[in-house]
């Protein structure tokens, strides 16, 4: 079973950066789509980027698209998001996500394993 681990939330202000890490336990990580995803109170989980295993095929919400940035370290079994330009509507909880059986997964659905989620606060 996989395990994941999220790290590098906190509070920003608007136009601030903040990276997100997300490490995983099992060694199999290199051959898992990866995706993060975010929500707030009262809504559903919120699909914001997702990676391949071979890190050709990458996604992103329309929301993030030019601010935000996936990418992945198969030889050390992390992911990170790199978030630019942050916005106070990307306040939210972020979860790192790992889907043992989707090529491209863009549905919270289509993922097996969850990281324990971390805050980002985006201030105005």
């Known amino acids: 079973q996989v395990q994941l681990v999220e790290s590098g939330g906190g509070l920003v202000q608007a136009g601030g950066s903040l990276r997100l890490s997300c490490a995983a336990s099992?060694?199999?990580?290199?051959?898992?789509?990866m995706g993060w995803f975010r929500q707030t109170p009262g809504k559903e989980r919120q699909f914001v980027a997702t990676?391949?295993?071979?890190?050709?095929?990458?996604y992103y919400a329309d929301s993030v698209k030019g601010r935000f940035t996936i990418s992945r370290d198969s030889a050390k079994n992390t992911v990170t998001l790199n978030m630019n330009s942050l916005k106070p509507e990307d306040t939210a909880v972020y979860y790192c996500?790992?889907?043992?059986?989707?090529?491209?997964?863009?549905?919270?659905?289509?993922?097996?394993?969850w990281g324990q989620g971390t805050q980002v606060t985006g201030s105005s």
């Open positions: 996500a790992a889907s043992t059986k989707y090529y491209n997964a863009r549905v919270s659905d289509q993922y097996d394993f």
């Open positions: 990676i391949n295993w071979a890190g050709g095929s990458i």
């Open positions: 099992e060694r199999t990580f290199s051959r898992n789509t």
